[in-house]
């Protein structure tokens, strides 16, 4: 196939795929968690393929070092440091750090804004 973006509606449905495949990895990780490792593969070949990002919901949920599927608990766990997620795959070792200062300055932002509103609404 042609290399560069792919139209919308081939997109959609590489997402929808990519959905369907984390969910049966979910699914099926207690059970065969190789089947599930796999679910990942084929999901980030279809990523890569149609040039799309695999789908927000997800993407924390596998490791970006060695690819497998990771479940909260059973083989990664979540810590917050330093205005980072950590999430240490217990496969590799790897930890993926996700900041979110992002979240923190727009709460912070709200926070400001509904001051203002409150101290205009008492001129
Ligand atoms: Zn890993």
Redesign the pocket.
Same mark, same amino acid.
């Given at each position: 196939m042609r290399r560069g973006k792919r139209p919308r509606w081939m997109i959609d449905i590489a997402q929808e795929r990519m959905d369907i495949l984390f969910s049966l990895a979910e699914k099926e990780f207690s059970v065969n968690p190789l089947r599930s490792h796999r679910y990942v593969e084929l999901a980030r070949n279809i990523s890569t393929k149609y040039n799309t990002k695999i789908p927000l919901k997800w993407r924390r949920r596998y @490791?970006k070092? =060695?690819?497998?599927f990771l479940q909260t608990g059973k083989n990664s766990n979540v810590r917050l440091i330093s205005s980072e997620v950590h999430i240490k @795959?217990h496969? =590799?070792?790897?930890i993926m750090k996700i900041p979110y200062i992002k979240e923190k300055k727009a709460k912070r932002r709200a926070k400001l804004e509904s001051y203002l509103i409150q101290e205009r609404a008492n001129e």
């Open positions: @490791c070092n =060695c690819h497998k @795959c496969e =590799c070792n790897h």
